[in-house]
């Protein structure tokens, strides 16, 4: 498997723009988590899911925020309008709970957002 | 905040010497787990710890679980210029969510 893979790696967008981040988990894990890194707030956790139900999304910032997960090999975090404080490196993860919950995850290599 | 507490925020030894960092935390867990990223690039699960384990070794790791005083070590031993880069402690809890913690830089001067 070629692990948890992440598109854009960067992305430089100009603020009011629509941005989406897109993440394809390692195939048969169950959880999918975003997290944004930043400086000042370290690595926050924004929303996970578990086979493709979004579980608790109380880590995303602002109505400005989405995430979807339509099937199981596909996931997109959505910013709508794009803010330069939205300037961070965003990361998907995944991992298999299914009857072995003490699993680790596995992390993309993030997308740097530059918002201008 | 959702992040644990880590320290120290910075660490800076000799190759050869040992590291250790050490994280709290607040609420239950199912277990804790340690990760690396080197500048800003994607993590790497180093070591898991189980809520009912004390202590789990991998190679130059070690990793200490206290449960009632809510807070783990990670020790590296004999510590390598390559071992330069920022460590996490992330507790996973009863909801399967993974919580971070602030992170240690660590700096191995040759």
């Known amino acids: 498997d070629a692990g948890v893979i992440q598109s854009p790696r960067h992305e430089v967008t100009e603020m009011g723009q629509e941005v989406t981040l897109r993440c394809k988990p390692i195939?048969?894990?169950?959880?999918l988590f975003w997290y944004r890194q930043t400086m000042m707030r370290g690595l926050e956790l924004l929303i996970y899911f578990n086979n493709n139900v979004p579980i608790d999304d109380s880590g995303m910032p602002e109505d400005r925020f989405s995430a979807k997960m339509p099937n199981a090999s596909f996931s997109t975090l959505k910013i709508q309008p794009s803010e330069p404080r939205d300037s961070a490196v965003y990361f998907c993860?995944?991992?298999?709970?299914?009857?072995?919950?003490?699993?680790?995850?596995?992390f993309g290599q993030g997308t740097r957002l530059t918002v201008v | 905040s959702q992040q644990g507490e880590e320290d120290p925020q910075a660490l800076s030894i000799q190759e050869g010497e040992n590291a250790t960092m050490n994280c709290s935390y607040k609420?239950?867990?199912?277990?804790l787990q340690w990760y690396r990223q080197n500048s800003g690039r994607g993590l790497v699960h180093l070591i898991l710890i189980r809520s009912n384990e004390r202590e789990k070794h991998s190679g130059r790791l070690r990793v200490t679980l206290d449960t009632s005083k809510k807070s783990s070590s990670l020790l590296i031993t004999a510590s390598r210029a390559a071992d330069t880069a920022s460590y996490f402690c992330v507790r996973m809890d009863s909801s399967y969510k993974l919580i971070f913690g602030s992170g240690t830089r660590l700096l191995v001067r040759p």
């Open positions: 993860a995944s991992r298999l709970n299914q009857g072995a919950r003490n699993t680790e995850a596995f």
């Open positions: 195939s048969g894990h169950d959880y």
């Open positions: 609420t239950s867990i199912n277990n």
